[in-house]
């Protein structure tokens, strides 16, 4: 049987220490956020709360099931996607770690996609918006087609990704690169001055490097649904780095 | 080999279908791709690419066909390191089973003119071009077997990752997951966290230049600054007696300054600069004062210090107790122009919340550097101790 080589080993590793790396990040990063929230609203006469993500604490607290009884609602947001309030120092200093890390990561990432070739699969090309188009409403449609038994078949494309994935899997090194800048635009803001400036001064690279995280989260779960719905030979690929569906003219590879 | 058998008896079957419509089939897509741009050039071509068997009456059609077949071969069933059950007798095979696809090719191939060429040639030959995946013949036990040991070496990685990266959360966190009941960290975890912070202050250090100055604002730029005392603000009872004692001098004595020495003795300097706080807040605030510098050379510190340590003794925890207040400070820091004693803010003598009379203004550190109501400063060859470092933060803090 014929196997095709999709993913060179250096990207398949850096893809998933990206993993660790990334929930050590967000985790932290959610952390830092805490000690002074991008995000404030005048504080409120009661509470003297002024932190968006507070108010959403409490908010699901006194709507959930099962919440009700939950000691300190204003953080239930932090201690559910951080590693908690109130420890600056401690996110601080495993943010720097994963920090740098995830820039010796990034350097891994690109020499495999450059030994490999395999960057040439993710530019942007110009049927893109057009194929882009078509694979948006085959996802829109497949629930009802599924419910309605009838067959929808997945468009035909002769590359290794179809349009989606490839502007997913463009634009996500790019938004991994904006984040360490940004994350270096807002640790050395006077040494690097020209960098926070590029991003518009201090305080407006602060709301950039918040909402690339918010980027990160919302790629990775339609890539994680989006993978395990495709099914095991595509899962192994990014494992073992060989597809077996080269001999299967039914997908995203073409046959010849 | 056993496994010969088995490819021998799938290969060709699989193979044949395939190439017999990359040369009937492909001129119909739309896709500018590469394998079509290869079809559209000529089938006997698209027949060379997967077979490099027989190239030599293919390259006397096509003179265009000669340097860059390297990267098209690439998708050949060519021999591989990382392929262990790949056959020899594999090409042979599919020779056979080509011979009709290419006779089909020909015909194909014999109705594009030579004028057409040269157009196609920049597509085929396009760096940015994707290129066809690298095939691989393998033998369904060695693609399982391999499948088995790379999975369960994945396996092995993330459940590795998994304890080491939860064993490196803070202890507050594995506390409150429940994880670990007792507060101490193993050894190494400490070791690597800090190793990290220290990278991360030596690279702060290299990035810092005793010439280089911080950004200045306009007056229209300024921003509220809050105070940020982390314990309660102290009494301004301790004012009138204020003195500023230095340390560590060349001299061998203590001197001590009073404010109206300090105005008096030493120019004055304004500067509108932005203060970076460690939790995130910023803000651009117009301060006044007499350089670090200034003092330096007035009052030598000891020959071989490198460093000061900068005191606040009426600094109060939050209950209002007697918390001293101690960061340490490089000297090529203190020397950098914009650092400042700054006496004002916004044109006024400082206030009790901004640290008055005197207030260390280090615009190239964070503000937890920043030492309000300065009373001791001694300059020492050994790093000293620093109030958030101890808690837990970096001693460098340089922005």
Redesign the interface.
């Known amino acids: ?6 993913h060179h080993v250096l990207v398949r590793w850096s893809h ?2 990206n ?2 790396i990334l ?2 990040l967000i ?1 932290s990063g959610l952390s ?2 805490w ?2 929230p ?1 995000y404030q609203h005048k504080p409120d006469p009661q509470t003297g709360n002024f932190d968006y993500f507070a108010d959403i604490g409490v908010w699901i607290c006194a709507r959930v099931p099962g919440l009700h009884h939950y000691s300190d609602p204003p953080d239930w947001i932090y ?1 559910h996607m951080s ?2 309030p109130g ?8 943010h ?2 994963c920090a ?1 890390l995830f820039m010796l990561n990034g350097l891994v990432y690109v020499t495999g996609l450059v030994i490999g ?1 395999g960057w ?2 993710l ?1 942007p ?3 893109d918006l057009r194929d882009a188009v078509k694979m948006f409403w085959y996802y829109a449609g497949l629930p009802f087609a599924w419910l309605a038994r009838r067959s929808w078949p997945h468009p035909h ?4 990704y179809n349009p989606l994935q490839r502007i997913a899997y463009f634009s996500v090194p790019i938004a991994g690169f904006l984040s360490v800048a940004t994350g270096w635009a ?8 020209w960098l926070a400036a590029l991003f518009g001064g ?2 407006k690279a ?1 709301i950039w490097h918040f909402w690339l995280l918010w980027l990160f989260v919302l790629f990775v779960i339609p890539h994680v649904v989006l993978v395990l719905a495709d099914g095991w030979d595509t899962l ?1 690929s990014m ?4 597809s ?1 569906k ?2 299967n ?1 039914e997908d995203v ?4 | 080999m056993s496994i010969e058998g088995d ?1 021998a008896a ?2 060709p079957e ?2 044949q ?3 017999a ?2 040369a009937t089939e ?1 001129p119909a ?1 739309d ?3 590469l ?2 741009t290869e079809s559209l050039t000529s089938g006997s071509s ?1 027949a060379q690419q ?1 077979d490099p068997g027989q190239p030599d009456e293919v390259e006397a059609t096509h003179a265009e066909s000669g340097p860059d077949e390297p990267q098209l071969t690439a998708a050949a ?1 060519l021999p591989s390191v ?1 392929a262990d059950g790949i056959m020899d007798e594999q090409t042979e095979q599919n020779e056979a089973g080509r011979e009709p696809v290419e006779r089909e090719a020909a015909l194909v191939g014999s109705s594009p003119s030579v004028a057409d060429e040269p157009e196609i040639v920049p597509k085929r030959t396009g760096f ?4 066809l ?8 036990q060695v ?1 399982r077997r ?2 088995r040991r ?2 369960l070496l ?1 396996g092995a ?2 459940l590795a ?2 304890a080491a ?1 939860g064993s ?3 202890q ?2 594995l506390n ?1 997951l429940g994880v670990i009941h007792e507060k101490k960290p193993w050894p190494g975890k400490e070791w ?3 190793r ?2 220290r ?2 202050d030596d690279v ?1 250090e290299a ?3 005793q010439n ?1 100055l ?2 200045t604002y306009t007056k229209s730029q300024i921003t509220p600054l809050k105070n940020n005392y982390n314990g309660a603000t102290p009494d301004p009872s301790y004012i009138p007696e204020w003195h500023l004692q230095l340390r560590g001098l060349a001299s061998g004595l203590s001197v001590s300054l009073s404010i109206r020495n300090l105005l008096t003795r030493f120019q004055m300097h304004d500067q509108i600069t ?1 203060f ?7 803000a651009i605030a117009w301060w006044s004062g007499l350089r670090f510098d200034d003092v330096l050379r007035a009052y030598p510190p000891v020959s071989q210090a490198r460093w000061i340590r900068v005191e606040s003794s009426v600094n109060l925890d939050p209950w209002g107790n007697p918390d001293p207040y101690f960061v340490s400070l490089d000297i090529p820091t203190a020397r950098q122009p914009q650092t400042l004693l700054a006496t004002h803010f916004n044109g006024q003598p400082l206030t009790v919340d901004h640290g008055a009379p005197v207030r260390l203004l280090v ?2 550190k964070l503000g937890l550097k920043n030492v309000k109501a300065v009373t001791r400063i001694t300059y020492l060859k050994e790093q000293p101790k620093d109030y ?1 470092a101890e ?4 001693c460098y803090d ?2």
């Open positions: 049987m014929q196997v095709v080589r999709k998933w220490l993993v660790p929930l050590g985790l830092i956020y000690a002074s991008v201690n590693l908690g420890m600056l120092g401690a996110a601080l200093r495993l720097w770690l740098y070739g040439r699969s530019l090309r110009r049927t494309f002769s590359r290794k807002i640790h050395k803001p006077m040494q690097l001055y201090y305080n602060r192994r494992i073992v780095g060989w077996a080269s001999s003219s590879h073409h046959v010849d | 490819n799938v290969d699989n193979a279908p395939a190439n419509q990359s492909t897509d896709v500018l791709d394998k079509e698209s997967a069933p990382e940015f071009q994707e290129r995946p690298e095939r691989v013949d393998v033998a369904p693609l391999r499948t790379e999975v994945f990685g993330a990752a998994l990266g490196l959360l803070p507050a966190t409150r690597l966290l800090n990290a912070r990278v991360d702060a990035l810092f230049s280089r911080v950004p932005r970076v706080c460690v939790e995130g807040w910023s615009p190239v958030w808690r837990g933060y970096s340089g922005i």
